[in-house]
């Protein structure tokens, strides 16, 4: 297997790829460590819970998941994009 070159489109790649995870992990933050922070505050019923409760038992792994099916699906189409999907065998 080829090393890829260090072109223009090989950099696009990389940068798109790095903004994609800086982002990815500032909701991850946030989910994991805001809620909890800001618990008293955020002191309002979601379906019939307090939300910060909700969201320590049930939505924060419901995002968590919701953030790996993207960054799966986001990388699938950049590498079609930038011809480096896997090959099917």
């Not at 909701?27 to 307090?50: D, E, K, M």
Request: with cysteine; aromatic share 22%.
């Amino acid at each position: 297997m080829p090393h890829p070159e260090t072109t223009a489109t090989h950099r696009s790649y990389w940068r798109k790829n790095r903004i994609v995870i800086a982002v990815l992990l500032m909701i991850w933050f946030i989910v994991t460590f805001g809620v909890s922070y800001f618990a008293r505050a955020l002191n309002f019923r979601f379906f019939g819970w307090p939300f910060s409760f909700w969201m320590g038992a049930q939505g924060a792994l419901l995002v968590y998941c919701l953030l790996i099916g993207f960054y799966a699906w986001y990388m699938n189409r950049l590498d079609i994009e930038h011809g480096v999907e896997e090959e099917e065998d």
